[in-house]
């Protein structure tokens, strides 16, 4: 398995992989190929931190960190928010997702980003060292069980002394 930056040439490809993904999905609007779109037009997008992990030429799977704020009154943080992650059916279980996540975490460490927010499955992600945002005093701006919130510091204390509401990009709410 070969993990790489997104091109434009892979973006019909990947619009495929991530309808596929969500196809049976529950907590899903099944629009996510359309976020992603939206996404990569948007100011948010960091083309670096748009990857692919691919399987004897094709792509299995598909990881998108784009940026977000952490707003407190006056104060403003940047962050990251992991979103999609998605597997193509036929090549789950086989850590590619995993993969994806940890390549995408040390990615965005060495553009200098410091943490990565996410909405998730509480079974999933803490293996990969994600923690409840309650913890840090950090909400996100939607109705869901806390559980569901998660962070990961990519440095040491990266939101030591941070705190307030996660800020999206306008293109997650189209
Ligand atoms: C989530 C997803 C990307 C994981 O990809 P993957 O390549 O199968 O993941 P890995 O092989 O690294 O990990 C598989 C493990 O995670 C577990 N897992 C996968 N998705 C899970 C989920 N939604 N909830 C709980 N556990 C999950 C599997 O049971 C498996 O557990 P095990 O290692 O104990 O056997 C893939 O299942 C997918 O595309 N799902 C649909 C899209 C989605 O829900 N994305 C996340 C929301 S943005």
Avoid: W
């Avoid at 792509?59 to 597997?87: M, R, W």
Wanted: aromatic fraction near 10%.
């Amino acid at each position: 398995m070969n993990i790489r930056k997104e091109e434009s040439k892979d973006y019909k490809e990947v619009f495929n992989l991530i309808k596929n993904a969500f196809e049976n999905e529950v907590y899903t609007d099944h629009k996510e190929q359309f976020l992603v779109e939206r996404l990569r037009n948007s100011e948010a997008f960091v083309p670096e931190l748009s990857l692919v992990a691919e399987v004897d030429g094709e792509i299995a799977g598909y990881v998108l960190l784009t940026k977000i704020k952490i707003i407190n009154n006056d104060l403003q943080k940047t962050s990251l928010a992991l979103a999609p992650i998605a597997v193509l059916k036929k090549y789950r279980g086989k850590g590619i997702g995993g993969k994806l996540i940890l390549e995408a975490h040390q990615r965005a460490k060495e553009l200098g980003f410091g943490s990565i927010i996410l909405l998730g499955h509480e079974k999933y992600y803490p293996k990969f060292g994600y923690k409840m945002t309650k913890n840090y005093g950090i909400k996100l701006p939607f109705e869901v069980p806390d559980e569901n919130c998660m962070l990961i510091e990519l440095t040491e204390n990266a939101l030591k002394d941070v705190s307030g509401i996660v800020e999206y990009p306008k293109e997650f709410y189209e």
